[in-house]
């Protein structure tokens, strides 16, 4: 299970319990985040940015009008509808079924009506009687009492000791994720010296975490690494600490299916028989509820079928039909679906305003296996909204969808492991200051209508409209090459933007021949990388012309542009997506662990599936090829110099400036050699 940190701001690390990310929740923060990683690297030679093959001033030659943001080529039924909200009544209770006969421990909660008159003490203002209120100096309406002993959680003292465990929050209403940070040197105790039947001297200090659960569910616990130099520190679920129950421990994450109950997560401090090496930390927990993933007992994302997604919401995960219960869904009453008589995985979730949605399958299916996606807003009547054999992307209003993963049958049930990406964000975002959520948005939708559909040295995927100006064409659809890619989410993401907030005036910023040609005023030609012009990427790009600014590689949030160079002599332009661990867990802030990064861009095979635009997990060469969870990029050089790692912020529209005079700029455009840009990032 993985979850995304959203879009911070530059600058921006305040770990707060205020992230949102990574796998089936928002991820908490708290505390400061230990020393940064110092990296380095010797740099070798001198590389450049991703080119095209085209001479310079020369216009792209495709032809051809109109707009074709529509289904990419590669997903037959893939659709970008509006969709009106679902009918209320009718259709089945979301989350309510139980798993067989398992019995759900819920919390005694008060009713608490909002339009009553409060005629009794409730000091605090959170509808509890101070009489009955666990915690009557804090706002708590839950009444959240992890440790069962009277103290609400808003109340009780965190030391993470035994007597006074850190807590994380419970399943109430959802299942969130939670991140924080911490520094066992810094405990206030070192009792638990080992956790039988390990042997493992852990006697040096350590933190305890306290968590109650109301449901059956599947928890894993990581901590980020590599670890801070000196520091060895183990991760232990228990089930008791007086006597110690051990449920499953070790070095760096730690997986089980727990029960309702009170757990202990424990982090602790080896000792190597000279030392406690104790140190700091960053711990991340997700819970996802255990379900059928049939239509009466849905896979939940959100943990409670009555609970909307915390927005933006982005998971993945991995499943395999063959384990379905469920064969139910089959008749979906829309034109071209296939035979999907095989098992299926039901997923709800609500929205409490208007969305843009994208599923994506991971293709190409492994072998003997293919299954479709279909988004529905009801199952009794079974309402198809859309649905594709790789990918669904839909424009949603306030409602409970469902997105079924389903089996096709054709010569036999070809049911089989998958993993899903799903990815929903509001419609409309303010931001005054920066454009990255506009740009994820745009990554969404390139991924899901355009995604792996071949790499070549050419430009856009797809004709994109530019405003009442014309349309921009595509030179060799669907195939298109890195530095295209960063201009193709760039203009995606005015498009998207235009059409949330009906400002038309991105398109007057620069003219549509600035995006055509390679004309050394135009901001194609500083995207594609020249020394002559001072642009060593996207960032300069957007500098030079007004729209953004350089900060550095620490600095950067999902939705920057960066544009990497290798020791292999080659070069690559892409969408910065997050900071990876050695695990290839994905953290929205540079931290201690950071190792490289995830990002979006076009590269890989000319052939559909095996190239185009997609994911990969860069690394930097100093650490190595460790694998990772999807395709890696290594031999990456890092550097503080921004002609080797060129990293930069896109400006919100309104902050848009007078790009600089073109007289800064050499006359002529250079010539660039695509054999550096080949597509290939192993």
Known sequence: MVRRESARKAGDYDLSLVCPVASWGPTRMGKEVGSALLLGCCLVVLLVGCGSGQKAGVEDEAQGAGEADGPGSGDQGAQVPFVAPPATGGGPVVGLKPLGKRAVAEPNLPAVDPYAVNTTPDM?????????DNCPDAWN???????????GDRCRAQLGTIAAPYIIPGSNPGLPVHRVAGNTCDSQQSEIDSYPPNTRNESGPEHVYA????DYVDIVAYIASPEPAGTDIDVHILGSIEPIQLVERSDREVKARLAPGLWYIVLDSFNNGEAALCGGYILTVQMMAVREGSPADPLLPSGAGDVPLELPFYMEESRNTQDATSAWLWQYNAPGVRDLSGPEYVYAFTVAQPVRLSAVLQFPEPAGTDVDLLLLSSLDPVTTLTWGDRSV????????YFLVVDTVVSGGTMAGQYKLQLSVRPTFVYDSIYFNDYILAAVDYLYAIHGLQGYGSAVLTHDITYGKYGVIPASAPPRT??????????????????????????????PIESWKTLKSTHIKAHIWVNSDLQSSGTADALVHFGMGAN????????GSFLNLNRTTGTGHAVVFIAFIDEMGHEYGFYNYSTIGFKYFSAQGGADVWKGGLDYRYAIFEQFGSPTMPYKRDIHVIY???QDWLNTGIMYHPELWKTPLPSTTWAPRVGVFNPQEFDGETE
């Open 639 to 641: 550097s503080a110099n």
């Open 211 to 214: 968590l109650r659960i109301t």
């Open 141 to 151: 309406p839950d009444q959240w009492d992890t440790l069962a002993d009277g103290t």
């Open 481 to 510: 090459m890195c530095v295209a890619a960063a201009m193709e989410v760039i203009l995606k993401a005015m498009k998207i933007y235009s059409a949330d907030t009906g400002d038309e005036s991105v398109y007057d910023f620069l």
């Open 551 to 558: 900060v550095p590689f620490e600095e950067l949030t999902p």
């Open 124 to 132: 605090d203002k959170d509808g509890v009687e101070d009489a009955t």
């Open 393 to 400: 992307y839909a424009q949603l209003n306030p409602g409970t």
